[in-house]
């Protein structure tokens, strides 16, 4: 214990701890491993044969602060199931959708990123997220006002979750208003269902780098490493979190990227494609260890023409002693941002085929469906917001608009204003080319 706790206050880079850490890394993968594949993977797999789908959601998966105790690598371990799930916190203030702390931490709209990532990579349709209402709360409510409701469903959708349960007293509600509730959610999903994220911008999952950090000690779940290193573990989630909300607030989706998917990936004309999608921007979160071959894969794709954002700070190990000195020097000379530029630098840019440009007045999240290019535009404010819509090829087009509020499908001719009510949203569909029919 004595020298570990003089690693972690020490900000040297010794070699003892260098290795230390390469073993870290390597015990903790091999854990997810053996989860993944003794215990996911079987269940899925005997889900499978019985003809029903394996799901439920993980403990303490809204953070990666916790990806590496509860599971070693949590993509390995949530990959076989066939509808990944999250729990949903639902916290009582709008306040909290931005910057303001509760329980120590903004509301982070943007974690079921993980799991529809998942879902993406394994070509799974379904995402499911629990509403719960007991979670983030100064006390327990199962009977939240409808608008508390839609605003939480609108961010998770926004996140890529197209299925619903829910904690509530459903008995309690007015039946009309119950309904209408259910009505509004079901028609979101019915769009969403099978929908795949659209995202140019991928974010590495920097597994490694926790595993490598992960240190037990004797606290309880939400202390698990020595102090040194869990105060730098929360200023890395605090960093990502920052990223994430940043891309969000600035219309920017993203997809988080597992490193043994790019190593699969396939380079082409600046872009990566990989985890059934295509990536032009690359953004590198604070990765301190980068497996070889993942970093040979980015050298690749960025000499091809596709951009790698390095935030905060580079590189400094590989995955094995000989890997070190050679991932190093790939990237000695690049440059770093802020976690509160990276939208910056990542710049404006619609995913191929969307058209639909909106200003910051709402979330703006984009989807492919069966050949159709889906907007979805969620309005995170109590009161209505009128938002002005430019195309990006300046001419008129006519596209569908669905409004789960009203059950309506009506075509609007753009450029032009769309309005959206309080805690409410909007799917744009742009129309379908002749060669997509």
């Known amino acids: 214990h004595t020298r570990y ?12 701890l260098v290795a230390a850490k390469l073993v870290r890394r390597h015990f903790y993968e091999t854990v997810g491993s053996t989860l993944a594949e003794n215990f996911s993977s079987r269940i899925a797999s005997w889900a499978g044969k019985s003809g029903v789908k394996a799901s439920g959601h993980p403990l303490l998966e809204e953070s990666m602060l916790h990806h590496v105790i509860g599971y070693g690598d949590f993509f390995r371990f949530v990959k076989p199931m066939h509808a990944p799930a999250c729990d949903l916190t639902m916290p009582d203030s709008q306040a909290y959708l931005l910057d303001c702390p509760h329980f120590g931490a903004p509301h982070n709209y943007w974690m079921p990123k993980f799991l529809s990532s998942i879902a993406q990579a394994a070509n799974r349709d379904a995402v499911i997220g629990l509403l719960d209402p007991m979670l983030a709360r100064p006390f327990h409510d199962l009977k939240l006002p409808p608008e508390k409701v839609r605003r939480i469903v609108n961010l998770a959708a926004l996140g890529g979750v197209n299925q619903f349960m829910n904690y509530f007293y459903w008995y309690e509600y007015d039946p009309e208003i119950y309904r209408a509730l259910n009505e509004y ?9 099978g929908a795949r994220s659209a995202a140019t911008v991928g974010i590495y999952y920097p597994i490694e780098t926790f595993q490598a950090e992960f240190l037990p000690s004797s606290s309880t779940w939400s202390r698990e490493f020595w102090p040194k290193a869990w105060h730098r573990m929360i200023q890395r989630i605090a960093d990502q979190d920052m990223v994430a909300r940043s891309l969000f607030l600035q219309g920017i989706d993203y997809t988080w990227l597992h490193g043994e998917s790019i190593e699969k990936a396939q380079v082409e004309k600046g872009w990566l494609v990989v ?3 295509r990536y032009r921007t690359i953004v590198m979160p604070e990765v301190e260890l980068l497996p070889l071959a993942v970093a ?17 700070s580079l590189p400094q190990m ?6 070190h000195e050679k ?13 509160g530029r990276v939208a910056e630098d990542v710049g404006p840019g619609l995913p191929p085929g969307f058209t639909l440009e909106t200003g910051p007045e709402v979330l703006t999240g984009h989807f492919n469906r069966g050949g159709r290019k889906i907007t979805y535009l969620v309005n995170y404010r109590e009161d209505k917001v009128t938002v002005p819509a430019t195309l990006a090829s300046g001419k008129e087009r006519s596209f569908d608009v669905y409004n789960p509020m009203e059950g309506t499908i009506r075509t609007q001719t753009l450029p032009g204003n769309l309005t959206i009510p309080g805690n409410a949203s909007l799917l744009v569909v742009e129309p379908a080319r002749v060669a997509d029919r």
């Open 5 to 16: 706790w003089r690693d972690w206050s020490s900000d040297v880079c010794s070699s003892d």
């Open 185 to 193: 959610v079901g028609r979101l999903c019915l769009v969403l269902q």
């Open 275 to 277: 985890a059934n999608g």
């Open 296 to 312: 040979r894969k980015l050298e690749e794709f960025e000499k091809g023409g596709g951009k790698v954002i390095w935030v905060k």
């Open 318 to 323: 590989g995955d094995t002693p000989e890997e």
């Open 327 to 339: 991932v190093r020097a790939m990237f000695a000379k690049k440059k770093t941002v802020a976690p």
